[in-house]
């Protein structure tokens, strides 16, 4: 093991590795590739300091149609005042919101009464910029907050941003950035996707922002609507719009099932929010007539829609991975050959977060025992088909390095036999910015997939 | 909050905090406190690379009475040899063993066939030391190692070094130091303790050491013996010795009971290791003719020993914590107000591992809704006495700090509400080296401490 140094038995310098720009991962989309029959916008209201920055953001659908909106929200038992809002509105509408409305700056956490009082007043002015005729409900948008937890919000300059935001709704490539910068915090650069997809001959549109950079570790449940709950601090905030027409039910379903892929697949620091949130829209504007998509009436439209809808989502999760905050490396996790997606999750997740490992990805150096060590360091679940609760055999487990350039992968255990490894071919490995670890349990079927990063320096560092 | 910095966008050279010394915390210790009828030392074998420095170590019992035996093994997957090996004996010998071999600078982990083969000659080589009189089992102790894993222990060197052993094996301060040298990898003083006690009138005496450095969240279950199993890289390894005469089945509960309140309340990086082991030997050498102390037979002699053990298995975690890779604060984290013990630990370890709040803590910023956030990540459990889960009631947790000099305790949240905290007391309560952190959650009896450090830049740096 290479020790850069072992221990600081007086106050030292240490020159740290530059943390290159990543802006490159945000660049202008095609209009045609947005959703039809949403107007967005965000604007500066005051929350954040700086001038000019946006720190509020709106997103309406204004689709004749009915629009389905579903969610998913931290399991933190501290679910910030917008979360436990949102979840209400999702309920007590069954399913259907028309908009969203986002601010940036403050979490609108751990504020008691005052913070219901406020998301309530945040959704009845974004509500008040709907044409009176399409509400259905008293409550027909959603409403995000994060930032800084313990402070109240300063509503009256949020409100008065909301109503101004009225003259700047749009729906080009720069609406839809308005939109996403207002999502920001420590984020170093907007996060926001597009793409188009078909299904049945017709075709759709997908675009969505997230933001996130530390107190990521998403754990992401449903909403309590009455068919299927949950909840996530820097937080990660999510949107999510189609064109597609999706009946409430399969659009929380869908979303579900992608979360735990996704967002729920993701760790910058292992720290789980008061306020994550994924929100989706589906507003049913791509074309007129067509009948809402559901699992029950066409299972294979449903399929479609939840593939699209996960691929997507892994997208937009991975961009908060890379903009981590601290973050330098860009690594991929599998474990295959594990008895359930349950425990090739776990695993995933436990190795991705091990203080251990991500210092040893920094240091690029290629310690396989600290990622077996993080393997073996939590039980399997038991099996629903039997009462036995399967065992890791040592002997069965390989790991190797994968390269993200298509060169070969490098195997440094092989059925529990440590390789003799090529030093320097596992240096040109890890000194990539993106590489995968590769666990097989060779126990099982299933593999799960977790995205993370390293620790650096500047992760001390960042508050 | 603050910002040291917040992204580095360049090549930047930070200053870091001194690590002071903690050498002080090793002193010599009275002869009149060692317990009677042992016999150690520690010698360089030739493992680690540095002349002179002990990496193998020998405990030998000469008292005419047997011996019991007791240990908690990680419950890592990947068990190391030394620790399946141990296992083992325990099981076959009906819980008694009549010594412990120790080797550091190779921890015989991820070794195969080669590597049991390796743990068993280290066995056979210590029991050659015994009188042959004394030993009802051929295999009569037990076996350790720390070190690199997926290497094979250099086991001609190693043997040769426990022959050698013979010639300085003693019972004074000096055989005891010795010994606890054996054990160190990174660790930067010996860790060794002793202490009388009194149970019906008689004197007994406890001793033992420990080290750690890295890799440290142990979580070690009992020994495969037949009345109750589990494994711990750097490692946790500790043993621990009584002159009291105690049943092997006393003797296992005794520790499996200290070592949940003691070793497994302890994270340096929140790593579990493949060869964490604690094992303690009773070998009835305090006083002649006494029966040995069984929980059937004594309960409140047992009780009073079980008390004793887990204090002093206390103060040997803490050493390791203190002494942990990268530490500069030593946090004792207090969660109370549970609905059960399992709770409150599970809660403890979490906030212990955190890091967000590890990194805050290095900062010496009083970011409760760090703490918080963590707090609320994690689901309760089910109470034995009823079907329904418990939550959280957000309103009802508060988080103080605790300052280490007797000074008052600064709540920064009560019921729920955040307070108005003195950012100038909080400072000096997180500028001391040791501080604690309470945190009630208002909805039970229960409680847990666990003892933690910060993740600062050394941890970073230190493989």
Redesign the interface.
Known sequence: ???????????????????P?KAHHHAPLPSSSFPKGYLLTGLHAGVKKKAGVPDVGVILSTSDKQTSAAACFT?????AAPVLVSDQILSQNGGRARGIVVNSGCAN??T?KQGLDDAWAMVRAAVALLPASQSKHEHDTLVMSTG????NLPIAKILSGIRDSSNTLGSDFSAWERAAQAFMT?D?FPKLRARTFKIGGVEYRLAGMDKGA??IHP?MGPASTSFSSGQL?ATLLGAILTDAAVSPRSLQNALTYAVERSFNSISV??????NDTIVVLANGAAATGSKEIDEATDPEAYEAFKKELTAFAVDLAKLVVRDG??ATKFVTVIVKGAPSYKDAHSIASRIS?????K??L??E?A????I??????I?LSPLPTSSEVP??D??K?SVSFVPSDGSSTLPV?VG???ENVDEVRAKEILEQEDFGVLVDLGIGAEEATYWTCD?????????
């Open positions: 093991m290479s020790h850069l140094f072992k221990r600081l038995s007086s106050t030292a310098t240490v020159t740290i590795k530059a943390t720009s399991r933190n038992a501290f679910k956490a751990v008691g800084v937890i313990g402070q420590t170093t530390g107190m754990d601090h620091d292992g720290d789980m929010s008061t905050e601290g977060t091990s203080a251990l490992v210092t040893a920094y240091g150096d310690n396989w025992g600290r077996l060590a993080a393997t073996g360091s039980p065992q890791i040592p002997t487990v255990l529990g036999e440590p620790f650096s320096y500047a992760r001390i560092c960042t508050h």
